[in-house]
């Protein structure tokens, strides 16, 4: 079946520094998009990207879209203890529902 | 306010019980979803449905049943098959398939 697959699964950061989380696919998709979910919350919608090379930026994060489609990040700039939480990346490969990434994990560490 | 509600957020099962989770939204969407959450885990998707009165199974569907009579709600009910039913249970819904999902508050299920 369609797969996207989403690393690292956890990463841990000193306050400050930067992370990035990474989805990739095996085949061309539609659009993706990414969501947070902090601890004990559920996951809220963050942005869509559609077009190929497309970068957007909210605040510290920036996003981006393969050249191929078939891959796309998640970059935060100088974290903050209000980043932590676990972000998703959600696959559309056109045909069907979404396909949600394993998650990467943040924690801060003060 | 629009939204996604489920209830209740915490519950507890004896073993060998059945129990109905609820999900209702009001934001006149056509899709809703089901997703099971263990801890530190990623979303597995038990069922979904894109309209009223048809249903489809997810990749974890063995030992759930839904139903979708109105397109307000779609609840999950967790059956004695289920062998291991704790976890944390989140329902979404979108205007299509393909569509941003928003989420419920979810519902944590204990089985005792």
């Known amino acids: 079946g369609q797969q996207v697959m989403q690393i690292p699964q956890y990463q841990h950061v000193q306050e400050g520094e930067d992370f990035t989380t990474y989805c990739n696919s095996s085949?061309?998709?539609?659009?993706i998009q990414w969501y947070k979910q902090r601890p004990g919350g559920h996951p809220v919608f963050l942005i869509q990207?559609?077009?190929?090379?497309e970068v957007k930026k909210q605040k510290r994060l920036t996003f981006q879209f393969g050249e191929a489609k078939k891959n796309s990040s998640l970059h935060i700039t100088a974290t903050q203890t209000t980043d932590v939480g676990t972000y998703f990346c959600?696959?559309?490969?056109?045909?069907?529902?979404?396909?949600f990434g394993t998650g990467t994990r943040l924690t801060i560490i003060p | 306010d629009g939204g996604i509600t489920q209830s209740p957020k915490y519950l507890f099962r004896k073993e060998g019980q059945n129990v109905t989770l609820s999900c209702e939204q009001n934001?006149?969407?056509?899709?809703m979803y089901w997703y099971r959450q263990d801890p530190g885990q990623g979303l597995r998707l038990i069922y979904y449905?894109?309209?009223?009165?048809?249903?489809q199974k997810g990749d974890i569907a063995e030992g759930y049943s839904v139903s979708r009579e109105k397109k307000e709600s779609f609840p999950l009910t967790v059956t004695s098959a289920q062998k291991n039913p704790t976890a944390f249970y989140l329902c979404?819904?979108?205007?299509?398939?393909?569509?941003?999902?928003?989420f419920g508050p979810g519902t944590r299920l204990l089985v005792l």
């Open positions: 934001l006149n969407h056509d899709a």
């Open positions: 449905s894109q309209i009223v009165n048809d249903f």
């Open positions: 990207l559609v077009k190929s090379g």
């Open positions: 085949t061309t998709l539609s659009n």
């Open positions: 979404a819904s979108s205007f299509g398939l393909q569509e941003t999902q928003y």
């Open positions: 959600a696959g559309d490969f056109g045909n069907e529902k979404l396909t």
